[in-house]
Nanobody
């Protein structure tokens, strides 16, 4: 059983930075990809970024490329999302998620249905 617990959200101004953390507990092996998604009020949950646990390949939504960086720390069994140059449209609840089965194509990493386990979310609010 994999448990995810996001932290690091908060209220910031446009242009500021935040770093979200997601330690993985309960099982320290067997997850293939870790991802970040976000959901704004009244909108669908959308992909933000993902990282392969083995190899470290990263994937980003176009809306965050160049501003957000996903990373992992194998020793701490954690994944992070560094968010720079935040914009009001980045306001959302951010969720950490894990893929526990292999996919032959990275296109699956962009789809929320591919993820098996989810954290409870952390609120990020960016004021203008």
């Amino acid at each position: 059983q994999v448990q995810l617990l996001e932290s690091g959200g908060g209220l910031v101004q446009a242009g500021d930075s935040l770093r979200l953390s997601c330690p993985v507990s309960g099982r320290t092996f067997g997850y293939y990809v870790m991802g970040w998604f976000r959901q704004a009020p009244g909108k669908e949950r959308e992909f933000v970024a993902a990282i392969r646990w083995s190899g470290g390949n990263t994937y980003y939504a176009d809306s965050v490329k160049g501003r957000f960086t996903i990373s992992k720390d194998n020793a701490k069994n954690s994944v992070y999302l560094q968010m720079n140059s935040l914009k009001p449209e980045d306001t959302a609840v951010y969720y950490c998620a894990a893929v526990l089965r292999p996919y032959y194509s990275s296109s699956y990493y962009y789809q929320k249905g591919s993820y098996d386990t989810w954290g409870q979310g952390t609120q990020v609010t960016v004021s203008s």
